[in-house]
């Protein structure tokens, strides 16, 4: 009996033995991951990826149109004020004196295809009062040009002009009275006298949009003199011969105009201008207005304005300038 239980103990001691082995035979091949299930074969199948297409579509006329504006319009208005005040004992001396001047400069221009128009408007008036003295003109000036042309070429265009240019105010010459020592002033100009009235057809050179070039092959100035009287003030008489009140001439004319940002913040603007009459080729008239623009910022600029003429038909034959700076208010349109 003894020896069965200890036969039937071992017994059980070798099943379990032998279970437990394949137990540990079983978890340790659990835990060995083979490589094909985290990095599954190479698909055997060719794969191809997914093209689209763009098709044209014809929608209905309604659902496309719009309004195209082809007028660009700026304008600008300005008011410039300087003024100057001392004691009565300032020691180095002084003027009390005070000046203003106002401007307006409009521009429009519409341009489609081929066609261009194009109208600028400029007013500029100004005063200026000393202490003791009479009031002086520091600027007096309307100007206006309208131009229509028709494109030839990348840079040539055919135009034909017309353009208007004169004064609001009486111009004066002064001088001292010897008998009481005080300002004496003598007229010389007003509003149509003179008076200039250009119409000019051409060829137009514009190599880039801030800079072009007019060669007015053909042009015609009629000069206004309305006051047939100022010519005992002024001997030449602007060219108009005296009792009459329009000179006739036709001319070659050149007009170039130069708009560019120089700098940030800094505009230049020029005008020059050179008329020859065909009868008096040897005469030739020359003009150049400039204008550099400071902006300080979005309502204050610093302008310096300079203009130089040479006419034959006005002054003592030499060129005649005029210069001046200022710092005042500007609002522009559009903002």
Do not use: C
């Amino acid at each position: 009996m003894n020896i069965l239980l200890r036969s039937l103990f071992v017994f059980v001691i070798f099943l379990l033995t032998i279970a437990g082995a394949n137990a540990q035979a079983s978890f340790s091949e659990s835990d060995t991951i083979p490589t094909s299930i985290i990095y599954p074969k190479k698909n055997p199948f060719v794969t191809r990826p997914n093209y689209f297409q763009i098709t044209k579509k014809t929608l209905p006329f309604y659902l496309v149109q719009r309004k195209v504006n082809y007028w660009k319009t700026t304008a600008s208005f300005g008011i410039n004020l300087n003024q100057a005040a001392f004691s009565d004992n300032w020691s180095s001396g002084g003027v009390n004196s005070i000046a203003m001047t106002a401007l307006m400069n409009y521009k429009s221009e519409y341009k489609k295809d081929a066609k261009n128009l194009s109208t600028e408007f400029i007013l500029q008036y100004g005063k200026l009062k000393n202490k003791g003295q009479m009031e002086r003109k520091t600027n007096d000036r309307i100007f206006w040009d309208n131009k229509a042309s028709l494109q030839m070429s990348k840079n040539w265009y055919f135009f034909g002009s017309l353009s208007f240019e004169s004064q609001f105010d009486i111009g004066y010459t002064y001088f001292k009275s010897k008998t009481t020592g005080r300002d004496t002033a003598t007229a010389i100009s007003k509003f149509m006298a003179p008076g200039y009235l250009t119409e000019s057809i051409g060829f137009e050179y514009k190599p880039v949009k801030y800079f072009s070039t007019r060669l007015g092959t053909g042009t015609a100035r009629q000069t206004f003199m309305l006051d047939t009287t100022l010519y005992r003030n002024n001997s030449k008489n602007f060219g108009v011969p005296r009792g009459d009140k329009v000179k006739n001439e036709l001319a070659f004319q050149i007009v170039s105009n130069l708009d560019k940002d120089i700098a940030t913040n800094m505009n230049l603007k020029a005008r020059y201008m050179m008329f020859v009459a065909y009868d008096k080729l040897s005469q030739i008239d020359h003009r150049l207005d400039a204008t550099l623009t400071a902006k300080v910022n979005r309502m204050v600029n610093v302008t310096i304005n300079g203009t130089a003429l040479y006419d034959n038909n006005s002054g003592d034959g030499k060129i005649q300038s005029m210069q001046s700076l200022a710092l005042g208010l500007v609002y522009k349109l559009p903002r």
